[in-house]
């Protein structure tokens, strides 16, 4: 069972993310509505050097074609066979898109899971047991916020938050956090968050 007083969970929206397993791995990036950019956001939260961030959630939205949107759930205390590889870790969310979902969401393989959960029901869901952060680069700066686990992160893909994702957010409460003066890609965001969250911890 998660620990959920070290709980860091990261919800990263895929606008175009392929809902279906019908993708070949040879065409990551062409083929699949950028699930690149979320295969990278995975490995970046849930890797260290040597092993498995065992505090650590993913959830990825998928929102493109050919289906109704999906949420795949990889769980760092549970997960098994996750590489550091974009390959093997499309293999893994291949399998579970592939899993006909009965009820609220099915089991594609230890610590993962997938869902029909849309963005509103993420947010409530995180609401329950964590505090909610935005990452946008007008928000509050992160070092100045005084964040403290558990947290749940929500980023954007290659695109930006949609003006209903957004109202969503502050509708929840979310508190509107930034990393930084510039830009970053989303897998970079995690790893910072992440680095910004260890250091406090530490000290």
């Given at each position: 069972?998660?620990?959920?007083?070290?709980?860091?969970?990261?919800?990263?929206?895929?606008?175009?993310?392929?809902?279906?397993?019908?993708?070949?791995?040879?065409?990551?990036?062409?083929?699949t509505g950028r699930l690149d950019v979320l295969l990278r956001c995975v490995n970046s939260a849930l890797f260290t050097s040597h092993g498995i961030r065992q505090d650590t959630e993913v959830r990825l939205l998928l929102l493109g074609q050919p289906n109704a949107p999906k949420t795949i759930t990889l769980k760092g205390r549970e997960i098994?066979?996750?590489?550091?590889?974009?390959?093997?870790?499309?293999?893994?969310?291949?399998?579970?898109?592939?899993?006909?979902?009965?009820?609220?969401?099915?089991?594609?393989?230890?610590?993962?899971?997938?869902?029909?959960?849309?963005?509103?029901?993420?947010?409530?869901?995180?609401?329950k047991d964590s505090k909610l952060i935005a990452l946008k680069e007008d928000g509050t700066d992160i070092r100045a916020a005084g964040l403290a686990p558990p947290l749940t992160f929500f980023l954007s893909d290659n695109r930006d938050f949609s003006d209903d994702e957004l109202q969503a957010l502050k509708d929840?409460?979310?508190?509107?956090?930034?990393?930084?003066?510039?830009?970053?890609?989303?897998?970079?965001?995690?790893?910072?968050?992440?680095?910004?969250?260890?250091?406090?911890?530490?000290?």
């Open positions: 069972m998660q620990q959920t007083s070290h709980l860091r969970r990261f919800v990263i929206v895929g606008h175009n993310a392929t809902t279906a397993g019908t993708f070949s791995l040879n065409d990551l990036a062409g083929a098994k066979h996750l590489n550091p590889d974009e390959r093997s870790t499309a293999a893994l969310l291949k399998e579970a898109l592939n899993k006909p979902i009965f009820g609220n969401s099915v089991g594609a393989g230890p610590g993962i899971s997938v869902s029909r959960a849309i963005f509103k029901d993420i947010l409530a869901d995180a609401a929840a409460g979310a508190t509107f956090i930034s990393l930084g003066p510039k830009s970053l890609l989303a897998s970079h965001c995690v790893v910072i968050a992440h680095n910004e969250i260890d250091r406090t911890q530490i000290l």
